[in-house]
């Protein structure tokens, strides 16, 4: 089992910024890709941005120029910085991992509890 916790949210007045964590933790693990889902009120749960091992990156176009997705792999951590924050960027934040481990190496998606983002206007 890994468990992904968030970290990081909060209430912002627009312009601002917030970095959000996602700290993994558990058994013997690889993560292969990490991002970032969010979810508003009676929305759709909607990728924000992602990173794959490699090192590759992909972001909503609402947000490209705004946030930017990272990882620090001693620490198996992730974050989102996020910039220049609208009152539309306003949702619960989602980390979510696909990660390998067991005794055959299959590939696991999990996913946080998530963090509250609220900006003001």
């Known amino acids: 089992q890994v468990q992904l916790v968030e970290s990081g949210g909060g209430l912002v007045q627009a312009g601002g910024s917030l970095r959000l964590s996602c700290v993994a933790s558990?058994?013997?693990?690889?993560?292969?890709?990490i991002g970032w889902y969010r979810q508003a009120p009676g929305k759709q749960r909607d990728l924000v941005a992602s990173?794959?091992?490699?090192?590759?990156?992909n972001y909503a176009d609402s947000v490209k120029g705004r946030f930017t997705i990272s990882e620090d792999n001693a620490k198996n951590t992730a974050y989102l910085q996020m910039n220049s924050l609208k009152p539309e960027d306003t949702a619960r934040y989602y980390c979510y991992a696909e990660v390998v481990h067991g005794p055959f190496n299959l590939q696991y998606a999990y996913w946080g509890q998530g963090t509250q983002v609220t900006v003001s206007s």
């Open positions: 558990g058994s013997t693990f690889t993560i292969n890709t």
């Open positions: 990173m794959r091992s490699g090192g590759s990156t």
